[in-house]
């Protein structure tokens, strides 16, 4: 039997986005399966704690689902993605969006870091 190669999306929990965002990290891994971590207008909530201590309590339940993908499931990639018509990150301005998602990316990096897989890319989409 073939060995499983995951993937992992942290998007957000709108089913509009899912699919494409799968599709998009499978195919830059050449992956089959992708774990998903999901929340309403995740960019958003991420980019709130961005800034913090990869070991604050606020980034913990975070830290927990991506050691679980990068190190259990051995992810090949993570993408990290925002959408249209978001109800839990409804501003209309995409550069702020863009930005939110700039800054969530470092902290999703320096947990990849912290649990020794720093140089497992993140794509933001």
């Known amino acids: 039997m073939a060995t499983e190669r995951f993937s992992t999306a942290v998007i957000c929990m709108d089913g509009r986005v899912q699919g494409p965002a ?24 991420i980019d ?11 980034v913990a339940d975070l830290k927990t689902k991506l ?10 990639g993570i993408v990290f993605a925002k959408h249209n018509e978001c109800l ?3 501003t209309l301005d995409e550069e702020e969006k863009d930005r939110q998602l700039l800054r969530g990316a470092t902290l999703i990096e320096r947990i ?4 020794g ?8 989409i």
Do not use: R
Not at 49 to 56: K, W
Not at 67 to 76: A, M
Not at 117 to 124: E, I, Y
């Open 88 to 90: 839990g990150n409804p």
């Open 117 to 124: 897989v720093g140089d497992l890319p993140v794509f933001t």
């Open 22 to 45: 799968h599709a998009f990290i499978q195919g830059e891994t050449g992956t089959t399966f992708t774990d998903t971590i999901t929340g309403p207008g995740i960019e958003k909530q």
């Open 67 to 76: 050691t679980v993908s990068t190190l259990g499931h051995n992810s090949e």
């Open 112 to 115: 990849n870091t912290v649990n």
């Open 48 to 58: 709130e704690i961005h800034d913090l201590d990869v070991d604050h309590p606020k």
